[in-house]
């Protein structure tokens, strides 16, 4: 078997080595000071030109991990690494460059601007941050261009951000992220801000821009059915707790989940054919309590709620192990000992 830090893969952008993410919260107002681990020793490659679904109940650290893979946090311990080089300790000029090349595109459009600001503003600033025009009849051209690859009008330059809908400040937002010429974009539930009828149309938007630019993605979701769309041809990688229980190609691991949790997800997505939704065996699972990231299970996180658990899962926590020519990585003892 293999272990998930055994890629020797060189188009690496980004690598995670045995990260985490310790908050200090406070309960009550006069409460002591806990931990919440949101991230748990999580280490995952992302390559060039690829798709990762990141997926995952609400809490379980998607988005905390979203943002240690772009350099908007720093993580508690561990090693973030940028085309392998350690990115909290690039020299300025470099830790610039890879600011650069790794841009997200945030939840809530809204919070993600300013509202003071005219569109032409938001999307002007980062051209004139990292001198991508050279004059201002440049500038003009260019934030007009922009606008027209999100499929908005260029007369949409002078408007602010609360006289657009959300799906027409979601497609600026995406036009800032693409207007560096990033590496990678972080896309944190893009789309759950939109209309549902429109959703179809930003992820297809992020695919194309994906494709035109020769961008990395990673596509934050807790909708198989989307990531499902959006992945097709990409990764997925299920987290629970502030964990990765399993890593593989999106269409195998959703027909074909191993780990007992993304079976759990998976039996529950709704099926089209309502003959097949009655025919479906959902998992038992043994209880329907959570448990939180303040005080997570020792072992294997999911024991308490897993209905194959043995033993050792109580015990040991299980690492994060490749299956020998089967590009599938699984954190669950039952798989490791077939």
């Known amino acids: 078997m293999l272990h998930a830090t055994d890629t020797f893969n060189l188009n ?3 690598t995670l080595k045995n990260v985490d993410v310790v908050y200090k919260v406070r309960r009550g107002i006069i409460g002591k000071e806990i931990n919440l681990y949101a991230v748990d020793n999580v280490s995952l490659d992302i390559f060039n030109n690829e798709v ?3 997926v995952g109940e609400s809490g379980c650290g998607k988005t905390t991990l979203g943002k240690v893979i772009i350099g908007l946090l720093k993580p508690t311990k561990g090693h973030v690494l940028y085309k392998n080089k350690d990115l909290w300790n690039l020299p300025k000029h470099e830790w610039k460059i890879a600011r650069r090349n790794l841009q997200i595109i945030h939840q809530n459009p809204y919070d993600a601007v300013n509202p003071t600001k005219k569109i032409f503003d938001i999307l002007a600033l980062p051209l004139k941050e990292y001198k991508i025009i050279e004059n201002k009849n440049q500038l003009k051209e260019k934030v007009y261009q922009l606008l027209e690859n999100v499929g908005l009008h260029p007369e949409i330059a002078d408007k602010y951000p609360h006289q657009l809908s959300g799906g027409q400040l979601q497609r600026v937002v995406i036009a800032r992220a ?3 010429n990033p590496e990678l974009i972080v896309a944190d539930e893009p789309v759950s801000m939109i209309d549902v009828s429109l959703r179809i149309d930003i992820l297809d938007l992020l695919l194309d821009l994906q494709k035109k630019f020769n961008l990395s993605s990673v596509f934050i979701t807790h909708d198989l059915g989307l990531a499902r769309y959006y992945g097709k041809n990409g990764r997925i990688v299920v987290m629970y707790i502030g964990s990765i ?3 593989g ?3 195998h691991v959703l027909s074909n989940p191993l780990h007992p ?3 759990a997800l998976v039996s529950v997505v709704p099926l089209p054919d309502p003959k ?3 025919e479906r065996r959902n ?3 043994r209880s329907i309590d959570i448990a939180t990231a303040i005080n997570p299970p020792s072992g294997c996180k999911f024991h308490p709620r897993c209905p194959y658990v043995m033993d050792i899962c109580e015990r040991v926590k299980p690492e994060l192990i490749g299956l020998e020519g089967k590009n599938r990585w699984v954190a669950c003892h039952m798989i490791a000992r077939k």
């Open 276 to 278: 097949l939704m009655k």
């Open 52 to 54: 990762v679904c990141l």
């Open 12 to 14: 690496k952008i980004i």
């Open 283 to 285: 998992i038992p699972i």
């Open 178 to 180: 693409v207007s560096v």
């Open 249 to 251: 190609p999106v269409e």
């Open 261 to 263: 949790y993304t079976n």
């Open 245 to 247: 229980v399993e890593i």
